[in-house]
């Protein structure tokens, strides 16, 4: 059984029974049936599931996980952690995070004015909420009606101008003020793609220059007692602990020294975001050499060596763990609408009564191959195929020829990789598969629901949905229905393939799976081709099996025109009006065409069938 390295990835949420993908919980229900019930209701196109329990078991994983490291080494600061609002913005993300976060005080992170006024309407009445990003006057304004809301607000300074505003901002405003932080610049940075997030040159952060300046201008002002947290961030989804523990050392060395200099309500430090998750589907290039134990095992011995050597009050700890507890919660669903090599069949064929000898060669190499000769006949017929082409450029063979060895080429191809198996992994072979392989036509756009895949390279978990209990036989190639040729993934991580089942879709569906999805790829997602968000339900658990809840449709061909400002009554009209000047149709066909593309405007872009 091909598991597709869910015991790498999978974090025990999914598990494979009967040949389907299950959720991991008493019931097991199938995401397949689940997919099946919500498509009854004659939603098409890729789905978008979101599950809450998910989101619980991160937030329940990363406390449970600080309350045993501050347990273990008798911490006296507190825990808190927050959730950037940049990685997942969407209600039917939010409004479950801020739910089930509310026993843990979880907090929201904010980065810009319509995330800061999110926050003020969705986070838990004294959870904590902590404003980063670069600020202007009218920004930290609302950070400061936010405090005389009530809100338990910090304002994380990027820049001395922004402590100026804030200074100033100050004397304008009522009694309650925010909390201010400062964004430490660290010469420690972070690993992997992120890396940049962190170190001297990174784009945020103060220097020790501009920290001890700060500070003056806190003291000046008669703000200082405002002052209460240091932040840095070393980069999203580090994959090494090691330059984390550097970058605590250096942090937590200048907590004490800026305590010193008389910052006494200064009692929290904010690691920012990075605690990565496992994307990888082998074990050969397993991404994260750290596991969350071992992440709030590190941070809470550090901070507290470091104060205890210096004397100091054990910092509280503020983590914006973003991608940990949002990707899981997002699976995308996608139907395949074709298998392209399904039309190199047998019953394709139409050999001459006399063929070149190439072709003579191609059928004989088809009708003999046996697992003992497999990679030799399908080295002969790649190379027959080379010729064949050359001999089709010269004018010697016609398109009929090259037709049949194409389908020769596909038939023998399919055979020799099925009889050397997808265990048999030699280079020549990993190049073979990689040459021959299958291309899926998968009804979703990458560029709106993977754009990290599109833009990083980011690899995503990628399996079917059933026949889990059939060897898949096919190297596989996955086509978006973008008109881009970057639409494509291309799946092979180190010379590991991705294989899929030989299904015929006219006849029965076959469903991909596209796991983790739930951090950043909605918000980065782009309306390339106007393939918008797809339609998204939430699946709640019961003890019974499932319910299936809050199903939203994607957007209307209006709905996305009117978001790119078209005037979407004009477009209408003109349509009307073309439609009603046409000489080529009659009155009863125009109607029949109006009702048609009345039908087609509120209707969603993605593709219903190609047959």
């Given at each position: 059984m091909n598991d597709y390295g869910l015991n790498i990835w999978g974090n025990s949420n999914f598990v494979i029974e009967n040949g389907k993908v299950c959720i991991n919980s008493a019931g097991k229900p199938a995401i397949i049936d689940i997919v099946k019930d919500i498509r009854k209701e004659g939603y098409r196109g890729p789905l978008l599931l979101r599950f809450p329990h998910l989101i619980q078991k991160q937030i329940e994983q990363i406390h449970a996980s600080f309350a045993k490291a501050k347990k273990e080494f008798e911490y006296k600061g507190n825990f808190n952690a927050v959730f950037p609002l940049k990685v997942n913005q969407y209600p039917g993300f939010v409004k479950n995070l801020t739910h089930l976060g509310k026993p843990y005080n979880y907090g929201l992170e904010a980065g810009s004015k319509a995330e800061l006024l999110l926050t003020m309407a969705y986070n838990n009445d004294g959870a904590p909420i902590t404003v980063n990003g670069f600020k202007d006057k009218e920004l930290i304004n609302i950070g400061f009606i936010a405090a005389e809301m009530g809100h338990n607000i910090t304002l994380t300074i990027e820049g001395l101008n922004e402590l100026e505003a804030i200074i100033a901002t100050a004397k304008e405003r009522f009694a309650p003020k925010p909390n201010i932080g400062l964004r430490i610049r660290l010469h420690s940075a972070g690993s992997g793609i992120w890396a940049k997030s962190g170190g001297i040159y990174s784009k945020f952060g103060l220097t020790s220059t501009e920290l001890i300046e700060a500070v003056n201008l806190l003291k000046k002002a008669n703000l200082l007692d405002c002052f209460t947290m240091i932040h840095f961030h070393i980069g999203s989804q580090i994959n090494e602990i090691h330059p984390l523990k550097k970058a605590l050392t250096e942090?937590?060395?200048?907590?004490?020294?800026?305590?010193?200099?008389?910052?006494?309500?200064?009692?929290?430090?904010?690691?920012?975001?990075?605690?990565?998750?496992?994307?990888?589907?082998?074990?050969?290039?397993?991404?994260?050499?750290?596991?969350?134990?071992?992440?709030?095992?590190?941070?809470?011995?550090?901070?507290?060596?470091?104060?205890?050597?210096?004397?100091?009050?054990?910092?509280?700890?503020?983590?914006?763990?973003?991608?940990?507890?949002?990707?899981?919660?997002?699976?995308?669903?996608?139907?395949?609408?074709?298998?392209?090599?399904?039309?190199?069949?047998?019953?394709?064929?139409?050999?001459?009564?006399?063929?070149?000898?190439?072709?003579?060669?191609?059928?004989?190499?088809?009708?003999?191959?046996?697992?003992?000769?497999?990679?030799?006949?399908?080295?002969?017929?790649?190379?027959?195929?080379?010729?064949?082409?050359?001999?089709?450029?010269?004018g010697y063979v016609d398109l009929q020829d090259r037709s049949n060895a194409e389908i020769l080429v596909q038939l023998i191809s399919k055979k020799a990789v099925i009889m050397l198996g997808n265990k048999n992994s030699t280079a020549d072979l990993v190049r073979i598969q990689e040459e021959i392989k299958e291309r899926?036509?998968?009804?979703?756009?990458?560029?709106?629901?993977?754009?990290?895949?599109?833009?990083?390279?980011?690899?995503?978990?990628?399996?079917?949905?059933?026949?889990?209990?059939?060897?898949?036989?096919?190297?596989?190639?996955?086509?978006?229905?973008?008109?881009?040729?970057?639409?494509?993934?291309?799946?092979?991580?180190?010379?590991?393939?991705?294989?899929?089942?030989?299904?015929?879709?006219?006849?029965?569906?076959?469903?991909?799976?596209?796991?983790?999805?739930?951090?950043?790829?909605?918000?980065?997602?782009?309306?390339?081709?106007?393939?918008?968000?797809?339609?998204?339900?939430?699946?709640?658990?019961?003890?019974?099996?499932?319910?299936?809840?809050?199903?939203?449709?994607?957007?209307?061909?209006?709905?996305?025109?009117?978001?790119?400002?078209?005037?979407?009554?004009?477009?209408q009209d003109t349509l009307n009006e073309r439609l009603e000047k046409s000489n080529l149709i009659n009155e009863t066909q125009k109607k029949q065409i109006l009702g048609e593309l009345y039908l087609f405007l509120n209707d969603n872009s993605y593709l219903k069938t190609i047959n």
């Open positions: 942090a937590g060395n200048i907590y004490v020294e800026l305590r010193k200099m008389g910052a006494t309500n200064l009692k929290a430090i904010n690691l920012g975001g990075g605690l990565a998750i496992e994307y990888s589907q082998f074990k050969q290039t397993i991404s994260r050499n750290y596991t969350l134990n071992e992440y709030a095992n590190d941070v809470v011995y550090l901070l507290k060596n470091i104060a205890n050597q210096k004397n100091e009050f054990e910092p509280d700890i503020f983590i914006e763990s973003g991608r940990f507890v949002s990707a899981s919660h997002a699976l995308l669903v996608a139907p395949v609408l074709e298998l392209f090599s399904q039309d190199h069949t047998e019953e394709k064929l139409n050999l001459k009564k006399k063929n070149p000898p190439l072709i003579t060669e191609l059928y004989d190499l088809y009708e003999t191959i046996k697992p003992s000769n497999a990679l030799e006949y399908l080295h002969d017929a790649i190379h027959h195929m080379e010729s064949v082409l050359t001999l089709f450029d010269l899926y036509l998968v009804n979703f756009s990458m560029f709106q629901s993977m754009p990290d895949f599109w833009g990083l390279q980011q690899n995503f978990p990628i399996m079917p949905l059933d026949r889990l209990d059939i060897r898949p036989t096919l190297p596989a190639c996955i086509w978006d229905i973008t008109c881009d040729s970057d639409g494509e993934i291309s799946y092979n991580e180190d010379g590991n393939q991705l294989f899929l089942h030989d299904v015929d879709v006219e006849k029965e569906e076959y469903f991909l799976g596209f796991f983790l999805v739930g951090a950043y790829q909605e918000v980065l997602g782009m309306k390339h081709n106007l393939f918008t968000h797809p339609t998204e339900a939430t699946i709640e658990l019961t003890p019974e099996g499932y319910t299936i809840k809050d199903v939203i449709e994607s957007q209307s061909i209006l709905d996305i025109m009117e978001d790119l400002d078209y005037d979407i009554y004009e477009i």
